[in-house]
């Protein structure tokens, strides 16, 4: 299983971008997927989370109401739309899948990394103020 982040960028505060992440291999439909990001001189952490169908998303408080994480099973493809983007924001982020066959799970297991088992390489979000 391969994973393949892309939509990074250069935005001004204020601004939105799309992330996008194409699973290649194995099976997209059952795994539960998530977003992380590492600031520069900060540890990995949680940003979003989503279950198999999309109907069960969970997010970090920083970007509550302001990122959505979203699914197309069809195109075996997992999204973060970000808006009103902050200098904060700025970080490489990750997107990561689950195991096979864990459909959903509790929302303290979506923040935990440990919890996922395949990586993308990351993409370069960058907020200018």
């Known amino acids: 299983v391969q994973l393949q982040a892309s939509g990074g960028g250069l935005v001004q505060a204020g601004g939105s971008l799309r992330l996008s992440c194409v699973v290649f291999g194995g099976t997209f439909i059952n795994r539960v997927m998530g977003w992380f990001r590492r600031a520069p001189g900060r540890e990995r952490e949680f940003v979003a989370g989503?279950?198999?169908?999309?109907?069960?998303?969970y997010y970090a408080d920083s970007v509550k109401g302001r990122f959505t994480i979203s699914r197309d099973n069809a195109k075996n493809t997992v999204f973060l739309q970000m808006n009103s983007l902050k200098p904060e924001d700025t970080a490489v982020y990750y997107c990561?899948?689950?195991?096979?066959?864990?459909?959903?799970?509790?929302?303290?297991?979506?923040?935990?990394?440990?919890?996922?088992?395949?990586w993308g390489q990351g993409t370069l979000v960058t907020v200018s103020s």
């Open positions: 990561a899948a689950g195991p096979a066959g864990i459909y959903d799970s509790a929302s303290s297991t979506y923040m935990d990394q440990r919890k996922y088992i395949y």
């Open positions: 989503v279950n198999w169908s999309g109907a069960s998303t």
